[in-house]
């Protein structure tokens, strides 16, 4: 059973930059496309983005808009998430997903708990 865990998340200043980290265990991560997500408070989920096993990524613009770059290093069974020129309507609950194959568009059938992300000054 795969399981996941994000961290990395915090408060950080208008501008700055965090990186989000998606660990896998139980299973290896080598077959499976990841996504990442957000929901902020009232707010719908929004999915950011996704790289699959051939570590091609596909993002969703307006939410990254080019601020954001996703990774993968399958020897740590880490995704990872980088976010810089972060703003306010960033903070958000961020959340990993994961697809068995190498299509992104899901199911999503297993998630990680998530991980805070709050910009604010």
């Known amino acids: 059973q795969l399981k996941l865990v994000e961290s990395g998340g915090g408060l950080v200043p208008p501008g700055g930059s965090l990186r989000l980290s998606c660990a896998g265990s139980?299973?290896?991560?080598?077959?499976?496309?990841i996504g990442w997500f957000r929901q902020a408070p009232g707010k719908e989920r929004e999915w950011i983005s996704c790289i699959n096993i051939w570590r091609s990524v596909t993002y969703n613009y307006n939410a990254a808009k080019g601020r954001f770059t996703v990774s993968r290093d399958n020897a740590k069974s880490t995704v990872y998430l980088q976010m810089n020129s972060l703003k306010p309507e960033d903070t958000a609950l961020y959340s990993c997903a994961a697809t068995r194959g190498q299509g992104c568009s899901g199911p999503w059938n297993y998630w990680g708990q998530g991980t805070q992300v709050t910009v604010s000054s």
């Open positions: 139980g299973v290896s991560l080598d077959s499976y496309s």
